[in-house]
């Protein structure tokens, strides 16, 4: 079981930056490859990021490419979202994942979910 806890979201200007993190309860993190997803409002869920166990190998959606990077640190049992340059449309509710293998991009991939942490971009 692993359990999820997100948090950094919040209220940012456009252009702004956010760093989310996910912390993960638990001795077996590095076991599992994670993940970030969103929901925007009236829309359905997003794949945005996941990393490999080790962190050696990421993905990101196109989208984000060049503005978000995924991290983790498995000495603390944590993953990162590192945001900038953030849009309008970057508003969601920003989800973290783990999942026994790396690079799937759908939710059914994943087996442990966070409660979520909301990010607002205002313009």
């Known amino acids: 079981q692993v359990q999820l806890v997100e948090s950094g979201g919040g209220l940012v200007q456009a252009g702004g930056s956010l760093r989310l993190s996910c912390a993960a309860s638990?001795?077996?993190?590095?076991?599992?490859?994670m993940g970030w997803f969103r929901r925007a409002p009236g829309k359905g869920r997003e794949f945005v990021a996941a990393?490999?166990?080790?962190?050696?190998?990421?993905l990101l959606l196109d989208p984000v490419k060049g503005r978000f990077t995924i991290s983790r640190d498995n000495a603390k049992n944590t993953v990162f979202l590192q945001m900038n340059s953030l849009k309008p449309e970057d508003t969601a509710v920003y989800y973290c994942?783990?999942?026994?293998?790396?690079?799937?991009?759908?939710?059914?991939?994943?087996?442990?979910w966070g409660q979520g942490t909301q990010v607002t971009v205002s313009s």
């Open positions: 990393i490999s166990r080790s962190g050696g190998s990421t």
């Open positions: 638990g001795r077996t993190f590095n076991s599992y490859a």
């Open positions: 994942a783990a999942s026994l293998a790396f690079g799937r991009m759908v939710g059914e991939g994943y087996d442990y």
